[in-house]
């Protein structure tokens, strides 16, 4: 066999090689690309089927403890502000009328 010859199957073979190698890489790519859309299917629906009804659960509490807080707020903390109110004001006013003035600590 001649250089010539020789040079000329290296080159053949080497064209066939890379070829084979960019085929087996489309197919690679191919392959990886299809798992990855599986994959994100399966998150996906994972999000919708568990994630959403903890969502609507976290919202329904939110809104619970919205309107327990406003029942609080309205049932005892209301009367219990208008009552110290009335005494604070009630403690000032027999201190102006008797002249005693209530405690200050003066630093």
Sequence with gaps: MSLDNTRDVVIIVA?????AVLLAAL??????????????NTVRSLLKDDVSPLL????????TVRGTTAFVGETAISP??????AVAGARR???????????RDDD
Excluded: D, K
């Design 27 to 40: 197919i690679f790519t191919v392959v990886l690309g299809l798992a990855s859309r599986a994959l994100l």
């Design 93 to 103: 006013a027999v201190g102006v009328i008797t002249g005693i003035v209530g405690r």
């Design 80 to 85: 219990i502000v208008r009552v110290y109110g």
């Design 56 to 63: 609507e659960s976290v919202r329904q509490t939110v809104h």
């Design 15 to 19: 064209g066939s090689l890379t070829v």
